[in-house]
Structure formats: structure tokens, C-alpha cells
T-cell receptor
Framework: DAGVIQSPRHEVTEMGQEVTLRCKPISGHNSLFWYRQTMMRGLELLIYFNNNVPIDDSGMPEDRFSAKMPNASFSTLKIQPSEPRDSAVYFC??????????????FGPGTRLTVL | DAKTTQPNSMESNEEEPVHLPCNHSTISGTDYIHWYRQLPSQGPEYVIHGLTSNVNNRMASLAIAEDRKSSTLILHRATLRDAAVYYCILRLGFGNEKLTFGTGTRLTIIP
């Protein structure tokens, strides 16, 4: 299996522009997570989906951030408009949630976002 | 959420065992203890998890105190590739999928 695939790997944009980060989870996994990592705040969970439905978005910083999962094999995280403080590494992870078991999360390589 | 406390950093010599401690004095009966690690410039990866009993897998061993207020991740023979940040995470079992990462322990391996 190719693992979790994220694109782009690097993104440099200017303040005010729209940014879209993409994630393809591991085939057969039914939970998907978006995390953000910065030096100041560490690794934070932004939102997670189960069976394409958002379950917990309490970590989404503000209305400029939105996430969608239109099908089991694709998710996007959008920032509009972007700000310099959004600069971070964004990770996507997926897991195969099964009843009664605690599930391993598999992380992608991340997207390094720089907002100038 | 119950919290964990880990040393900020540790050093170990290559090919020697490493014991990474984690305190979780407010752990509840349904919290699982998970360990993930993050190699430089990579996403985190799962290492091991347990509930009450000690656990072993090909990567490491997890020793859990009898009162569950602390645990230790054991790397039996550290290699340079084990240099990473190690995160000890408490996760509510059965349906709660959230992982709350702390600051972790940065492990340096000395050749």
C-alpha cells in the first residue's frame, strides 16, 4: 500500500490567497484526521471524519478553515483567506476504525505551508 | 483529558537499551497508553500501545506500572534510526479516536 498521500508537499503562497491541501487515505480506512504542527503549539488535531462525516471539528481555528471529505478516498483542507500565522506543517492521517478496538493512526508525509 | 508528563530530552548510546518514561497520574480506567514517534521531517508513526499488561512488539516494549500512573517505553537496542521525538498519549478506549499530542521526549542517539 502507498500509505497516506498528501499533496502538495510544499506550498508557498501570499497572504490573502486561498490554499487547498489534499489527502488520500489508505484504502479501506474509514477515519481521516487533519493535524497542524508548529513550533509554538506542537501537533494539534484540527478535525476528524468517520465514514466521510465530520465527527469533531473543535480544533479548527476559525472560519477561514474548512475541511471536506466528499468520498472515502479523498479529503481537502482549505484556508481562505490565508494568513502568515497559518504557516505550519499540515498532516493527514487515517485509520481503520473497528468496533471495540483502539485503532492505529497512519500519518502522511505532511504539507509544509508558508504564507508570506 | 488526562495528561502525560515526559522529559523534554534524553540521550543514549547506540546499541544500548533506552528507557523512556511517562507519567500519567490522572489516568482513568478506560484510557489506553499509546506511544508514537516522529522521525525528523516525517509524520508521526505508531510504536506501541497497552492498557494494563506489559506489551511487546517488533519495535519496542511497553512496561506499565501496576497502578497505571506511569509507563516506560523500552527500545532494546537503540540505533541511529531511533533518533526521534517520542510521544506518550492517553487515549480513551472504545470509540474515541482523538490523539492529543504533548511535547514529547526528543531522543538523541550517540554513535
Amino acid at each position: 500500500d502507498a500509505g497516506v498521500i498528501q499533496s502538495p508537499r510544499h506550498e508557498v503562497t501570499e497572504m490573502g490567497q486561498e490554499v487547498t491541501l489534499r489527502c488520500k487515505p489508505i484504502s479501506g480506512h474509514n477515519s481521516l484526521f487533519w493535524y497542524r504542527q508548529t513550533m509554538m503549539r506542537g501537533l494539534e488535531l484540527l478535525i476528524y471524519f468517520n465514514n466521510n462525516v465530520p465527527i469533531d471539528d473543535s480544533g479548527m481555528p476559525e472560519d477561514r478553515f474548512s475541511a471536506k471529505m466528499p468520498n472515502a478516498s479523498f479529503s481537502t483542507l482549505k484556508i481562505q483567506p490565508s494568513e502568515p500565522r497559518d504557516s505550519a506543517v499540515y498532516f493527514c492521517a487515517s485509520s481503520a476504525r473497528t468496533s471495540g478496538k483502539t485503532d492505529t493512526q497512519y500519518f502522511g508525509p505532511g504539507t509544509r505551508l508558508t504564507v508570506l | 483529558d488526562a495528561k502525560t508528563t515526559q522529559p523534554n530530552s534524553m540521550e543514549s548510546n547506540e546499541e544500548e537499551p533506552v528507557h523512556l518514561p511517562c507519567n500519567h497520574s490522572t489516568i482513568s480506567g478506560t484510557d489506553y497508553i499509546h506511544w508514537y514517534r516522529q522521525l525528523p521531517s516525517q509524520g508521526p508513526e505508531y510504536v506501541i500501545h497497552g492498557l494494563t499488561s506489559n506489551v511487546n512488539n517488533r519495535m519496542a516494549s511497553l512496561a506499565i506500572a501496576e497502578d497505571r500512573k506511569s509507563s516506560t517505553l523500552i527500545l532494546h537496542r537503540a540505533t541511529l534510526r531511533d533518533a526521534a521525538v517520542y510521544y506518550c498519549i492517553l487515549r480513551l478506549g472504545f470509540g474515541n479516536e482523538k490523539l492529543t499530542f504533548g511535547t514529547g521526549t526528543r531522543l538523541t542517539i550517540i554513535p
